[in-house]
């Protein structure tokens, strides 16, 4: 099956720092790739959505300049959490989905569990 | 109301029982169907898709009601390596793109020797 990865895997870091993580598609090409948030005991929940060459969509509440999104290539997207306090410690997760799949099946990277001190 | 509502859990169940999952969408535009499985603090990966006809794989069973936006997942035999949080997704079409995904909040499985 289609292989993401995600890096890193853990970052703790001091509040008022920037952090990027990185989403990789390995073995095949994202158009789209889909940024998500998950905190303890709750579901995922999305952030924004992310298409090669254009700027990302970001969801209702979602601030876009603090949460920046690039997707420069097929197979790269970075999310940077700017300033980041401790209110930002969370899980990371991307998804990819493949260019030519039309069913539209999501692969998902394995996470990044962020905690800002 | 959430878009995707499941079965609070936790539920707790001794090996060989068959439990059942449900889980109700709100947007009757939702257009494809899942059941992913998320293990502690690691991504979700996904189990199986829901057809209208309903579809099988293996001990598991999904069904679907588009009439009354239910989703099920029904797991007999259920083994110690099936506990873990089930997640009912919707996969919601935008603007003629292949759409998002909305998850649940997720339903906890523990099964007990």
């Known amino acids: 099956g289609a292989v993401v990865s995600q890096h890193p895997s853990r970052v703790i870091c001091k509040s008022g720092t920037s952090v990027k993580i990185e989403c990789r598609s390995l073995d095949f090409q994202a158009t789209t790739m889909f940024w998500y948030r998950q905190f303890p005991k709750q579901s995922l929940m999305l952030m924004a959505t992310s298409n090669e060459g254009s700027k990302a969509t970001y969801e209702q509440g979602v601030e876009k300049d603090k949460f920046l999104i690039n997707h420069a290539s097929l197979t790269l997207s970075t999310l940077t959490v700017t300033s980041a306090h401790p209110e930002d410690s969370s899980f990371y997760i991307c998804?990819?989905?493949?260019?030519?799949?039309?069913?539209?099946?999501?692969?998902f990277g394995p996470g990044t569990r962020l905690t800002v001190l | 109301r959430k878009e995707v509502e499941q079965d609070p859990g936790p539920f707790n169940v001794p090996e060989g029982a068959t439990v059942a999952f449900n889980c109700t969408y709100s947007?009757?535009?939702?257009?494809?169907f899942f059941w992913y499985r998320q293990d502690c603090r690691k991504e979700p990966k996904l189990l199986m898709s829901?057809?209208?006809s309903g579809n099988e794989d293996g001990r598991f069973t999904a069904q679907l009601n588009r009439a009354s936006q239910y989703i099920s997942l029904l797991i007999r035999d259920s083994k110690l390596s099936d506990s873990a949080t089930y997640l009912c997704?919707?996969?919601?079409?935008?603007?003629?793109?292949?759409?998002?995904?909305?998850f649940g909040q997720g339903t906890e499985l523990s099964v007990k020797p």
């Open positions: 998804s990819a989905r493949d260019w030519g799949d039309s069913y539209n099946e999501q692969f």
């Open positions: 997704v919707v996969n919601k079409r935008v603007n003629n793109q292949g759409g998002k995904l909305i």
């Open positions: 947007n009757s535009a939702s257009q494809s």
């Open positions: 829901v057809y209208s």
